[in-house]
């Protein structure tokens, strides 16, 4: 049984307590300091101003990144949007189906 231990993290100079398992600690931290680099990133810019719009452009960046994020030359979010694809094609599949009976 994984263990929870309470984190205080620090994002744009606003403290946050949050809960995590002992071993994710620091992948948790990880996430928290580079969260941090994005929103900083984005209020130096000075584009954006709020930290709710911050917030919501850099889990924007974020999430791009990860959608065309590649490992050992295999493009994820390409096989995630094929697969969502494949599952609406055959979710709409069996809805005819199941007017058959």
Known sequence: MNDIKQLDVTIMGREFRVAC???????????????????????????????EKIAIMAALNIAHEYLHMEVGGFDIGGYRRRIEAMNATLDAALQDQGQLF
């Not at 002992?22 to 928290?32: C, R, Y």
């Open 21 to 51: 398992p002992v071993d994710e600690e620091a992948t948790l931290l990880q996430a928290v300091q580079m969260l941090d680099g994005k929103m900083h990133e984005i209020r130096d810019g000075g584009k954006v101003i709020g930290i």
